[in-house]
C-alpha cells in the first residue's frame, strides 16, 4: 500500500472566485454612535443661540442685506453648529450670521406678516469643554468661505498654537488646516502684521512662516517690497525653494540690527554727553581730529579715554560695527602729543574715495549677512537623509589634498562649528582650552558613523571653510578652495548673494565685458 502523503485540501477560493470578490463593491463603514449624533438635526428657537466664544470669525460677524433677505423669505436652510453651554443657551460656532439673520427675521415677523421660524441646528453636546476642537472646527468652516478676513485667520491660528492640547492633538490641527507645524508656532508673530500687512502677504501667497519673518522685519523701509520680490523670484524659479527669500530676509534683519545698534551707541554718547564727529567733511577742509591712540600724555603716557573724558576735545566716531572711537577734536589745541610714528593728518575725501569706502563697507557687511545664511543651507545638508554624491566628492578631495585652510584649522581643533551644523551637543562647551577633549567625536562616530559617516566629514569639511571666510573682508580675495567650496554648495540649491557671486566671480569663465565689470566693482 502507498504510504505517499496525501496531498493537503486547498482552502483558497478558485481564482475566478477571487476576482469576483475583489469587484464587489465594499460596504460602507457603518458611522459610530457619536457620528450619528453629530448628523442629526434638530430645530430650535434663535433666541437661545449665541456667539461660541472660540467661534474663530471676529471680522464681519454681522449677517449682511441679502443673508437677512434671503433668510426672512425662506428661513435658514443649512444647519448652524453648537455646543450647548453652561446657562442653557448654545453657542454657535459655525454659522453665527445665519442664526442673527433669523433672530433679526423673527423680531419683525409678526409686523411683517410672516412666520416665525426655529433654525436647523446640529448640537454637539461632545464639544463641551473641548475648546481646541471647537475652534478647529470654526476655523476650517470659516477658512473656506472667501468672505473671511485675513486677521482672523492667523489670529485663530495663533489661538489653536495657544490652547492647551497634546502634541498628537496639535499635529492633527495642523493636517486638518494643510499647514506645517512650524506655520502654528509662526502664527503669534504673524498677527503682529497690521490688516493691510497682512492682506497684501496673503495675496502674495505668503505662508505664515514667511509672514511671520515679515514682522519681524516690518519696520525696515522697503521690506514688504523686497521680500514680495523674492518670493516672486523663489516661485518662478525651478524646483522653487527659497533661496532669494533667505538672502533678502537676511539683508533685512541685518538691516534692522544695524539701525538698532547704531541707534543704542547714539543714545549711550548722548546720554553722556560726548559729541559725534562727522564721518566726512567738505572737500578742502581739514579735518583736526585725531583717535586717541594717536595721541600721548605731556609726559609721553598713553591717552586712554579715561584720561582724556574731561578734555574739552573728547569725542567719538562710531566703526563700521558702531562701536566708539575715541578721538579728540583738536590735539593742538587742548595740549596733546603726537606719538611717535603717528600718520600725518589726511585730507578729507574726494568723491571716487568716499564711493569706494562705501562699497567696502557695504560688502563687509553683505559678506557677514550673507554667512548666517550659508551656514543654515549646510545644517540642513548635515541634516539630510543622504549627502549628494558632488557634495562627498568635495569633502573627500579637501580631505585627501587639504588646502593650508584647512590643514590650519584643523590644527586649531575646534569642534563648536561642527557640532552645531551636525545638530549635537559641542563636546568641548564646558571645558577651557586647556583641558579640550582629545578625540572630541569618537563616540558620535561609532553610534552614526557607519550610516552618517560622510554627514560627519563634510561637517567638519565645511566649518574649516566657514572658519576661514569669516572676517567680513574675506570675499575681496577669496582663494580658489574657497570659491571652490561656494560654487560646490551653489550646485545643490544655494543661492548665493550678490556679495558671494562677486566673490567667486573671477574663478568662472569670463568674457572680456564681464572681466571688466568685476574688476570695476571689485
Request: charged letters at 30%.
Amino acid at each position: 500500500m502507498s504510504t505517499a502523503p496525501q496531498a493537503k485540501k486547498s482552502t483558497s477560493p478558485p481564482a475566478k472566485a477571487t476576482s469576483a470578490a475583489a469587484r464587489k463593491p465594499a460596504q460602507p463603514q457603518q458611522p459610530s454612535a457619536v457620528e450619528e449624533t453629530h448628523d442629526q438635526i434638530v430645530r430650535l428657537d434663535p433666541t437661545l443661540i449665541v456667539r461660541d466664544a472660540y467661534n474663530a470669525r471676529t471680522i464681519d460677524t454681522e449677517p449682511d442685506g441679502d443673508l437677512k433677505a434671503s433668510v426672512a423669505e425662506l428661513g435658514v436652510q443649512d444647519p448652524v453648529h453648537l455646543r450647548p453651554l453652561e446657562n442653557g443657551t448654545y453657542g454657535a460656532f459655525k454659522g453665527w450670521r445665519r442664526a442673527q439673520a433669523q433672530q433679526a427675521a423673527n423680531a419683525t415677523a409678526e409686523a411683517d406678516g410672516r412666520p416665525s421660524r426655529k433654525i436647523p441646528a446640529i448640537v454637539r453636546a461632545d464639544l463641551v469643554g473641548n475648546d481646541a476642537m471647537t475652534h478647529l472646527l470654526s476655523l476650517i468652516e470659516n477658512d473656506h468661505r472667501e468672505q473671511m478676513h485675513d486677521r482672523d485667520r492667523v489670529k485663530a491660528i495663533e489661538t489653536l498654537a495657544l490652547i492647551d492640547v497634546s502634541e498628537e492633538q496639535r499635529e492633527k490641527m495642523a493636517r486638518a488646516l494643510k499647514i506645517k507645524r512650524a506655520e502654528l508656532r509662526a502664527a503669534r508673530e504673524a498677527a503682529r502684521l497690521d490688516d493691510a500687512q497682512l492682506h497684501r502677504a496673503s495675496v502674495q501667497g505668503f505662508d505664515l512662516m514667511q509672514m511671520a519673518e515679515m514682522a519681524d522685519v516690518s519696520d525696515v523701509s522697503r521690506a514688504a517690497q523686497v521680500l514680495e520680490e523674492a518670493h516672486a523670484k523663489d516661485a518662478a524659479e525651478e524646483g522653487g525653494g527659497r533661496g532669494h527669500w533667505d538672502q533678502a530676509l537676511a539683508r533685512l534683519r541685518q538691516t534692522k540690527a544695524d539701525t538698532e545698534a547704531r541707534q543704542a551707541a547714539l543714545d549711550a554718547l548722548e546720554k553722556a554727553d560726548i559729541p559725534l564727529l562727522p564721518d566726512y567733511f567738505p572737500y578742502g577742509t581739514k579735518d583736526t581730529s585725531r583717535p586717541l591712540t594717536d595721541l600721548r600724555t605731556p609726559l609721553g603716557a598713553p591717552l586712554t579715554p579715561d584720561k582724556h573724558a574731561y578734555c574739552s576735545g573728547h569725542a567719538a566716531r562710531l566703526d563700521e560695527e558702531f562701536q566708539p572711537v575715541w578721538y579728540c577734536s583738536d590735539p593742538s589745541q587742548y595740549g596733546h602729543k603726537l606719538r611717535p610714528g603717528a600718520k600725518l593728518t589726511k585730507q578729507s575725501m574726494t568723491e571716487k574715495e568716499k564711493e569706494a569706502r562705501a562699497r567696502t563697507i557695504a560688502g563687509n557687511k553683505a559678506w557677514k549677512t550673507a554667512r548666517t545664511v550659508r551656514e543654515d543651507f549646510v545644517r540642513r545638508l548635515c541634516k539630510g537623509k543622504s549627502l549628494p554624491e558632488a557634495v562627498r566628492q568635495f569633502a573627500l578631495r579637501t580631505v585627501m589634498s587639504p588646502p593650508y585652510l584647512y590643514a590650519k584649522w584643523c590644527e586649531k581643533g575646534g569642534t563648536e562649528a561642527v557640532a552645531q551644523f551636525l545638530g549635537v551637543p559641542d563636546p568641548n562647551a564646558d571645558t577651557s582650552r586647556y583641558s579640550r577633549a582629545g578625540d572630541p567625536f569618537d563616540d558620535l562616530v561609532s553610534r552614526q558613523g557607519k550610516a552618517r559617516g560622510w554627514h560627519q566629514v563634510f561637517a567638519q569639511v565645511a566649518a574649516a571653510f566657514e572658519y576661514s571666510m569669516r572676517e567680513p573682508k574675506a570675499w575681496q580675495g577669496l582663494d580658489r578652495h574657497q570659491a571652490a567650496y561656494l560654487l560646490c554648495l551653489k550646485a545643490e540649491g544655494y543661492r548665493l548673494s550678490d556679495v558671494e557671486e562677486l566673490a567667486v566671480a573671477k574663478y568662472l569663465p569670463q568674457s572680456d565685458d564681464e572681466d571688466q565689470a568685476v574688476d570695476q566693482a571689485a
